[in-house]
């Protein structure tokens, strides 16, 4: 097999060709891309060493949109997890296998001759962007939204209470939340915000434990095994999901709510009152939302079929949706050692379209609940002091992916644009900022010469007591995972612990 790379430069050469100093930023055009990309490359050109930071969505896509469209370009994909692939395995709902499916395409990216994934470096402590900077003609940061939203109120630190990111960590096998251990035997759950993550959450919380085993028996979940265990025995029977402003402003979508209406043994609660006067004011909004509003509609006010009423009436969990409520605070029981409640301070709505915002109108309401998950959104962090970040908005200020005031580094996903949107949303997003490297690359404005690339930064992590995990490691945990799941009839069993991870990678 050929090299993954060409790359016949030595360090020597590298130093003797080093970048403009960092004061001097390079003009940039701003010529709007077309929508059919084509940028030509000559065969001849030296081969431009990128790194990108992340192994999610956003890192691969970005990975493989370079690869097609620059006949030499190599790609680094620097991942902190052992594992790649970021929340397409530990994001998305493990009753959703075919969401999966994506992971079948980076993987041909990550085979690729001229692309590699490093795992087990957590760039900003094991290797600083500066020093990733300095080996690659360009970096990519797409390391995505790893933290969530505060909802600082008092109560938050109960027992009792988790952020909904924790929690589907703990279900999807994310190591670091794999000894989160929720305690689900109260009667009800609330979860605060109405996005596809919340569904996501509730469905999981009340879907039976009958129809958890049926999709095993199909191989449709890879659920890890010890939140199976705690999920057959839950008591959670309601579930409610509670948003700031109204039906018109649910972020989450119309497939996730049919789900949700259409799941086993549990019926929807919805209040018709939050519905009045909806009917005139949806035939001016765009299709998708006039759609979703209308199910919601006929959910709450019209008497279902004499089949779905049967459904319903034999049903023995429900779920239902608060409008017009935001979190004021956690209550606890009597001795303080678990959260009891919850505080809603009652909204109105104030402004329109885009500027609709929830003002309390002064009452409040006790929600009765043994758990309480918090999905109001993820966050993005900062992930080395030399590169700008905005705390505020939880992004690196860019403009089309260029990283402000920082010349070759770039963005792509969440921590471009904020956590919003779907895989092929980060897809479209993720193409856009490689478009945009390519196009600098084709104009000059990226370091000339020879970059080290991996070598270098091989030597660094290897002095600094690193030991990467390359795509081929990853495939040996990939088998093993499989292997074990085969034994109780998943499509695999995650590990959860990253030392027998690398004891069984010899390490």
């Known amino acids: 097999m050929a090299p993954r790379c060409w790359r016949w430069w030595h360090w020597s050469a590298w130093s003797r060709s080093r970048p403009p100093p960092s004061g001097s930023t390079p003009s940039r055009s701003r010529t709007p891309l077309a929508s059919g990309f084509c940028q030509q490359f000559s065969t001849q050109e030296q081969t431009p060493q990128i790194c990108v930071v992340g192994s999610g969505p956003a890192g691969f896509y970005t990975a493989q949109h370079l690869l097609k469209h620059h006949p030499r370009a190599c790609v680094d994909i620097f991942e902190k997890q052992l594992v790649p692939f970021g929340l397409v395995r530990f994001g998305v709902a493990p009753d959703h296998p075919e969401v999966k499916n994506v992971i079948n395409t980076f993987t041909q990216t990550a085979r690729s001759d001229r692309c590699a994934f490093h795992g087990n470096v957590v760039v900003g402590r094991d290797v600083t962007v500066p020093e990733l900077r300095e080996a690659y003609h360009a970096v990519v940061l797409s390391y995505g939204a790893e933290d969530h939203q505060a909802l600082e109120i008092p109560g938050e630190e109960l027992p009792g209470v988790f952020s909904a990111r924790a929690f589907v960590g703990w279900y999807n096998g994310l190591p670091e939340n794999r000894e989160l251990a929720p305690d689900l035997s109260c009667d009800t759950a609330v979860i605060l915000g109405q996005g596809n993550v919340a569904l996501d959450v509730a469905r999981i919380l009340l879907t039976p434990p009958e129809h958890l085993e049926h999709l095993l028996l199909c191989q449709k979940t890879d659920i890890t095994e010890a939140a199976l265990g705690v999920l057959r025995q839950s008591q959670v029977k309601m579930v409610w999901i509670v948003g700031r402003r109204g039906p018109l402003q649910v972020a989450f979508t119309i497939k996730e709510l049919r789900e949700m209406i259409q799941l086993p043994g549990t019926r929807p609660i919805l209040d018709p009152a939050d519905f009045l006067g909806l009917q005139d004011r949806i035939k001016e909004v765009p299709r998708p939302r006039k759609r979703l509003t209308e199910l919601l509609l006929r959910t709450a006010t019209e008497k279902p079929g004499v089949e779905e009423a049967a459904r319903q009436a034999s049903a023995s969990r429900a779920w239902g949706l608060r409008f017009f409520r935001s979190p004021q605070q956690v209550l606890p029981s009597a001795d303080g050692r678990q959260v009891a409640g919850i505080r809603l301070a009652v909204t109105r709505l104030e402004g329109v379209g885009e500027a609709t915002r929830a003002v309390p109108t002064g009452d409040v309401e006790d929600l009765p609940c043994g758990l309480v ?135």
Do not use: H
């Open 373 to 507: 998950l918090s999905s109001i959104g993820y966050k993005s962090r900062p992930i080395d002091p030399s590169v700008p970040f905005d705390p505020k908005l939880g992004i690196i200020p860019n403009v089309d992916g260029r990283v402000m005031n920082v010349p070759g580094l770039y963005c792509s996903g969440w921590v471009k644009r904020g956590p919003t949107g779907v895989i092929t949303t980060t897809m479209t997003d993720s193409f856009l900022t490689s478009q945009i490297l390519l196009q600098d690359l084709k104009a000059g404005q990226l370091p000339s010469g020879p970059r080290p690339g991996y070598a270098a930064i091989k030597a660094l992590l290897s002095s600094r007591g690193v030991w990467p995990v390359s795509f081929s490691d990853w495939e040996k945990l990939d088998a093993e995972e499989v292997s074990r799941g085969q034994g109780t009839g998943k499509p695999r069993e995650k590990l959860l612990d990253p030392q027998e991870m690398l004891r069984l990678l010899g390490r």
